[in-house]
């Protein structure tokens, strides 16, 4: 199945939309290592606007973002009539404890959800193998 | 009955000054008739002498006819309506007695008729002391419950009605506990310490502070110290009075610093998790090219970043179970493997100090029901413990197999310092520690705090055993998945697996 061959591959694309530098650099590395083509986007606006290209099999989103919040390029992405047929997997990373009716969006939404701080590189690498692509 | 002695006594004095003075009326009746006044003064004098004499001959036989008898009838009178004579006495009947009929007569009348008076005024009295025992208990301001040896509320003030937001109507005939929902800091709770004194005390009494008392609606939880009174043979059912005092205020102070904590910590994070990423970065690098002290140093880095990570977890996971916002997700799990994944990242740990993990993990143990990330917070908190008290030994001993009540006991066990057994019952407390190894030993005093805390969530025990300069073993139990998983009925998740930092929804099992 040619879904397989991307995942066994690890050619799909990245898009990480993370306004902290370090951070985005470290996942860059790493997912490059580990053969992922990673961009990188710090503002939420044009986040969004990148996402909505669709060239990205998987969007990491950062929830406090500048210009825009994660939870809205989310909502957008999710949007039929904003973001239509929208094929990339989202995956929110986070360190901030969500409330309920924002948690329950997100379970809703996304595809994926991720505390950064309990998790390194290296296990990011890991979790995302996991994905359907 | 103090009432009854006393008016005896006044009836005694009554009858003794009525029998005397009637005989010294009579006699001075007849001295002081017109004949007597006409006598000469050896007539007088000799009336004079003549009348002691005659009065001291004549008492005893007076005394007998006129005082022993009447008296003994008043007595039995007395003695029968008595509400605490040993035996009954028969009625006496005045009106048989030879002499004084009509004197004694009226003296028992009296007898009867004042105690009468005297019963109604003891129950007046006692109607008013109900009356006005009713009205302090009703109004005083420290909440207080009068429980019987079911442990159900038999009595609330207002004040405890108004403390616990219910009606005293709402409140009376239900257990304690229904009503209640207490934590207790220490391993005494009341509830222990009840089923205590009732085999050994026959009246007891015991405070407990800091006891919480978590709230069964949105309320703000409420913080007490609780003092018990308990009397094996109390009258009117009542086995048990709780008296609480409210330290809300003083005591949320600490659970406000720990927010306070927990919001400077959370800032950590971050900084920690892209030390522990570079550091991973260069370990990628470096592998293998390193000198071997080199690569020591880096291994210390990487303990060392893993350390902080944990106290930051545990000083935020301790403001969620303060705040009740520990959320926990049981899963399915190979305990055996979760154990040893977590025991793992200590090793590092344990390496830098010397010790060596042994682990002793049962086979074919069954599947458990935890949340991944807080049940490896306790094993990383005890055997974290474990490393910091071990002293010289170097080695620590990890167990796991199923136990006699058919639930999955883990246990860590080392070999260093030990634990007094006085400090046994308040090491599961918020800030404990044991005092005198505060200065050597570093910590928060809340890794055992939480670990009891996560555990309870989880419907497990934890426990502890120690000998001073043996060692300690810390133990917890957990339930087989099998006996959880009709309590876990979250059909919502279904979709979503989740991992030990995060989740994904599809169906690819995320395990690790």
Known sequence: MPDDQTASTRSASVLCIEDEHFISELYARALTKAGYTVTVELDGQKGLELAQTDQFDIILLDLMIPTMTGIEVLKQLRDADATPHLHSKIIITTNLEQRDEVRADIEKQADGYLVKAEITPRELVEFLSHLDA | ?512
């Not at chain 2, 007849?30 to 007539?43: A, E, I, P, R, S």
């Not at chain 2, 001959?57 to 009838?73: G, I, V």
């Not at chain 2, 008296?243 to 949320?252: E, G, M, Q």
């Open chain 2, 1 to 512: 009955m103090e009432y009854l002695h006393k008016f005896t006594g006044q009836i005694r004095t009554r009858l003794f000054a009525i029998i005397i003075l009637d005989n010294f009326i009579f006699l001075a009746d007849w001295f002081l008739t017109d004949k007597v006044m006409h006598l000469n003064g050896y007539m007088l004098l000799a009336a004079i002498v003549v009348v002691p004499v005659l009065t001291l001959t004549l008492l005893p036989w007076l005394s007998t006819r006129y005082l022993a008898q009447p008296t003994k009838l008043i007595a039995e009178a007395i003695l029968h309506i008595a509400p605490d004579a040993p035996n009954p006495v028969p009625a006496p009947n005045p009106n048989s007695a030879h002499f004084g009929k009509e004197l004694v007569a009226n003296l028992v009348h009296d007898v009867y008729q004042l105690a009468t008076i005297a019963d109604q005024a003891t129950k007046a009295k006692a109607a008013d002391s109900e009356l006005q025992a009713n009205f302090i208990i009703g109004n005083l301001p420290l909440p207080l419950l009068l429980l019987d040896a079911k442990q159900t509320i038999v009595y609330a003030n207002e004040a405890a009605a108004k403390y616990l937001n219910l009606l005293p109507a709402d409140m009376t005939g239900k257990e304690v506990y229904a009503i209640m929902d207490m934590s207790f800091p220490s391993e005494q709770t009341f509830d222990t310490w009840l089923s205590d004194v009732r085999e050994h005390n026959a009246t007891a009494t015991n405070a407990w502070e800091r006891v919480r008392l978590n709230p069964t609606d949105t309320r703000p939880r409420q913080l007490f110290d609780l003092a018990a009174y308990y009397n094996k043979d109390n009258s009117n059912n009542i086995e048990t009075i709780l008296v609480l005092f409210d330290h809300t205020k003083a005591y949320s102070q600490d659970d406000q610093a720990i927010s306070f904590i927990a919001l400077s910590v959370h800032e950590l994070r971050t900084p920690l998790t892209l030390l522990r990423g570079y550091i991973e970065a260069f370990e990628d690098e470096f592998a293998g090219k390193l000198s071997p002290e080199m690569n020591d140093f880096m291994f210390k880095m990487s303990a060392t970043a893993q350390q902080l990570t944990a106290f930051v977890n545990n000083i935020l996971n301790v403001a969620r179970v303060d705040d009740d916002q520990l959320v926990l997700e049981l899963h399915e799990e190979q305990w055996g493997e979760v154990v040893r994944s977590a025991a793992n990242n200590l090793a590092l740990r344990a390496k830098v100090r010397g010790i060596t993990l042994e682990y002793s993990i049962a086979p074919n143990l069954p599947t458990v029901g935890v949340d991944r990330v807080s049940i490896m917070e306790v094993i990383n908190n005890l055997v974290d413990n474990a490393i910091k008290y071990s002293g010289k030994a170097t080695r620590i001993r990890i167990a796991a197999a199923l136990n006699s009540e058919g639930l999955v006991e883990t246990t860590v066990q080392d070999f260093g310092v030990g634990i007094p057994a006085n400090i046994i019952p308040n090491l599961f407390t918020k800030f404990y520690r044991d005092h005198h190894n505060r200065a050597q030993i570093g910590g928060t005093g809340l890794g055992l705090y939480l670990s009891r805390a996560i555990i309870t969530a989880h419907g497990g025990n934890i426990w502890v055993k120690s000998k001073v300069g043996e060692g300690s073993i810390f133990g917890f139990t957990l339930q087989p998945y099998a006996k959880l998983a009709d309590e876990v009925k979250n059909s919502d998740n279904k979709e979503i697996v989740r991992g030990a930092h995060g989740w994904i929804k599809n169906h690819s099992l995320y395990r690790r």
